[in-house]
């Protein structure tokens, strides 16, 4: 079907269900490329801190999956994509200000997946079957501009603060904007 087949409704709730996947997308790219700068600045090597990336990468990818199958066996899915929201985000702010940085790392990557798989399934509950198609170039139009814009705005925050760890909160934020 052409975009033009997407109603005026569906095209409202398709822009509503693809910002939370835009807002966890940018902030994990905001994550990814900024956190280990901060790791760096205090006092991390460079291997170690990106070592402490990986490992977190590693358990976001494990928990994407821990985080769809515990969400299809819930009674209430929503309250894995909220948990899994709200640990992420303080995980991340624990990463800043307390100690135990492998601690926080660790865990923000064991729950940092688990609100994936409900985010990007939201399009089919508001899209029909016949615009799905069109609608999830949208979605996905939609999460790459966040991907896009995101790290430049983290590195004008960092730039303008002169604070390594301003990206984080930015990417908590977001995170907690899902």
């Not at 821990?66 to 929201?85: C, E, I, K, S, T």
């Not at 996905?140 to 984080?168: E, H, K, M, Q």
Request: proline share 6%.
């Amino acid at each position: 079907a052409p975009l033009g087949a997407i109603s005026a409704r569906e095209w409202w709730l398709l822009l509503l269900a693809s910002l939370p996947w835009m807002l966890f997308n940018g902030a994990y790219a905001v994550v990814l490329a900024f956190l280990p700068l901060h790791l760096m600045k205090e006092g991390y090597g460079i291997g170690p801190a990106g070592a402490l990336i990986g490992l977190n990468t590693l358990l976001i990818i494990a928990s994407v999956q821990a985080g769809g199958v515990w969400a299809r066996h819930a009674r209430n899915p929503d309250f894995v994509a909220h948990a899994g929201l709200v640990l992420y985000a303080a995980s991340l702010c624990a990463v800043l200000v307390l100690p135990g940085t492998f601690v926080w790392i660790v865990l923000a990557g064991l729950v940092g997946g688990l609100a994936a798989g409900i985010l990007v399934t939201l399009p089919a509950d508001v899209l029909r079957r016949e615009t799905r198609a069109p609608g999830m170039g949208v979605f996905f139009t939609v999460y790459y501009a966040g991907n896009a814009i995101y790290p430049p705005i983290a590195g004008w925050l960092a730039d303008y603060s002169g604070r390594s760890g301003v990206p984080i909160w930015f990417a908590s934020a977001s995170v907690l904007a899902c």
